[in-house]
């Protein structure tokens, strides 16, 4: 983005905010789009919004960064990402898809997990697999938002699926 686009967008949260912004100068203005200003304009425009309507202050870049990240990644919950690990494993299994074709979100739970052999040969464990799994999905889901929130986009193993708004891009067959 622009950095006057940044400013806009600054300048928009500024107007929201009248008496909560009061003491802040051009400087202050400066130095938020210059932190801004590796985001996506209309993914920022949105992020903007929904502060707007959600928060009782100003927020801090951090906070703007933040709500950016969340909304930017899709990322399933917990127990979405085990239901999909799970019908991602049968169907690799037994030939049915590609590894290729896999999700990244899921290809990192099962590494996390120890592998696809690891996963098959514990069956009469799934249930202290799952735990270990929804443990996990919440590291993972808040290393993600760190990334994004410290502008590492490109080096996130997901990346395909950040879009604003966008939900889970693939689904096993069946």
Known sequence: MKLSEAVRCVERLMNSFPKKSGGFTPENVQAYAEELIDLDYGGLQVVIRTLIRTEDWFPAIAAIRREYAAQAISYPDADQLWRE??????????????????????????????????????RGGMDTIRAHALRAHAMMHDRAIRRVQC??????????????????KASPPG
Do not use: C, H
């Open 85 to 122: 690990v799970l019908r991602w494993m049968r169907a690799t299994q037994f030939g049915r898809q590609r590894l290729a074709e896999v999700p990244p979100y899921v290809l990192e739970m099962v590494e996390f997990l120890g592998g696809w052999r690891e996963l098959g040969d514990n």
């Open 151 to 168: 502008g590492q986009l490109k080096q996130l193993k997901f990346s395909t699926d950040l879009k604003i708004g966008s939900g889970i």
